[in-house]
């Protein structure tokens, strides 16, 4: 790839271009942008930390080799994690691990209907404490990770479908694709998942008790 240096972010217009051009600053900023979301999304593939760094770095080698074919149809962000998915699920097989992102979970409980509204938004967001303050930052921060953890102990699909579109901030028909999964299938783990973090939130938060969230705790 030519040498440029970088100057302000691209759009994802002039990522598109400046990778087919070969641009070392384009590939650079999408790099730094994407690969640890990426390195994330690869876990729920191939778990093992070596296993999913090796799966990344095809990724790459892949987006650099077939950027030409990228038509625009999907995001390019969306057109990345489907590479990455493709080459994970490949590694997956090979290493003989059985994934179903398409199990919607029956086994688990229930949804709790009065959380979520039917495209899986809540109807009633996790309770707020106090004023805004150094304390509440900070348990803000602490809910944040404790949630973060929370999601870690999801099962694959679920995790998979959180990832996708609460922390990356894909569509439902983009993560569909993504994951080989319907739009139903999508929406009832998009739920389950949701309804397990907020479970935790609603535990270290205590609202239902009626005390304030205390962060030093």
């Known amino acids: 790839m030519r040498g440029q240096k970088p100057t302000a972010a691209m759009s994802d217009e002039l990522l598109v271009v400046g990778l087919k051009k070969g641009d070392e600053a384009a590939f650079r900023q999408i790099f730094a942008r994407e690969n640890a979301a990426l390195l994330a999304f690869a876990r729920n593939f191939v778990r093992e930390s070596a296993a999913a760094e090796e799966a990344v770095q095809d990724t790459w080698v892949a987006v650099i080799g077939g950027i030409g074919r990228f038509e625009g149809r999907s995001t390019l962000r969306s057109w990345i994690f489907s590479v990455l998915a493709n080459i994970a699920r490949t590694k997956a097989k090979r ?7 398409s199990d919607m979970g029956y086994n688990d409980p229930a949804v709790d209907p009065d959380r979520f ?3 899986g938004t809540w109807l009633s967001p996790p309770g707020r404490w106090s004023e805004i303050n150094p304390e509440r930052i900070l348990g803000g921060r602490q809910l944040l990770a404790h949630a973060m953890a929370v999601l870690e102990q999801l099962p694959p699909n679920q995790r998979a479908v959180v990832q996708l579109r609460d922390l990356e901030g894909l569509s439902a028909p983009d993560a569909c694709e993504i994951l080989g999964i319907t739009e139903s299938n999508q929406r009832i783990l998009l739920h389950r998942g949701r309804s397990r973090i907020r479970a935790a939130i609603e535990v270290l938060m205590d609202t239902e008790k009626g005390e304030q969230f205390d962060p030093t705790k």
């Open 95 to 101: 290493d003989g691990r059985v994934l179903s992102f």
């Open 117 to 119: 509204s039917g495209d």
